[in-house]
């Protein structure tokens, strides 16, 4: 488990930010661990901040909504410079499903960072074909602090990483869960990827 180096608590205007990814496969927790540090965030007394891409509409559109439905209110922006303007003097900037972004989040994360903010970005590391989903690999990059989460495979029953998609769709984005995805060990995914 992720625990914060040091929480920052204490406001002080020479503070140095700091870039976290939290990657992973569908249904492997992603959003989960993002609520869990943003919270900690809150108890610390520090402002967050929470952003998602709009194009993510399958659930409420102000909430960022993990699986368990253990849900932290976030805005909706168009593009990841929208975030520069909306965080404001906020502390902590949590941003979910980050692979929606363009190449634009990774100059915004560092503008942040730099600006002294902890940026904490979750999003899907592969798409459902086991190809790198950028701009998440540039993000792990810049990153000061990678954590990588996994699911279980609904096959086997091992530690997965994997995405599989149960329909025949080629978009690189096809939104949708349990119906549409199950999550896989890499022995399974390539045996049973179309
Ligand atoms: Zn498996």
């Not at 952003?51 to 990841?80: C, G, M, Q, W």
């Not at 100059?107 to 940026?119: E, I």
């Amino acid at each position: 488990m992720f625990i914060e180096p040091s929480l920052n608590s204490r406001r002080q205007t020479d503070r140095k930010g700091q870039i976290e990814v939290i990657c992973g496969s569908m249904f492997s927790g992603k959003t989960e661990e993002l609520i869990r540090r943003l919270n900690r965030a809150r108890l610390a007394r520090l402002k967050v901040e929470i952003f998602k891409p709009s194009v993510d509409k399958r659930y409420h559109d102000l909430d960022v909504v993990s699986h368990n439905e253990n849900s932290i209110r976030s805005t909706p922006v168009n593009f990841a410079g929208d975030i520069l303007l909306l965080a404001g003097d906020c502390d902590v900037v949590g941003i979910d499903e980050a692979q929606f972004f363009d190449e634009e989040i990774v100059r915004v994360g560092q503008l942040l960072a730099n600006k002294g903010k902890r940026v904490i970005m979750a999003g899907l590391d592969m798409d459902f074909e086991g190809k790198p989903f950028e701009p998440m690999p540039r993000l792990m990059a810049i990153a000061e602090y990678v954590t990588k989460v996994r699911a279980i495979c609904m096959k086997c029953g091992d530690l997965a990483a994997f995405s599989l998609r149960l329909s025949e769709a080629k978009e690189k984005v096809v939104l949708g869960e349990k119906e549409s995805y199950e999550a896989r060990c890499r022995r399974c995914f390539f045996e049973d990827k179309k």
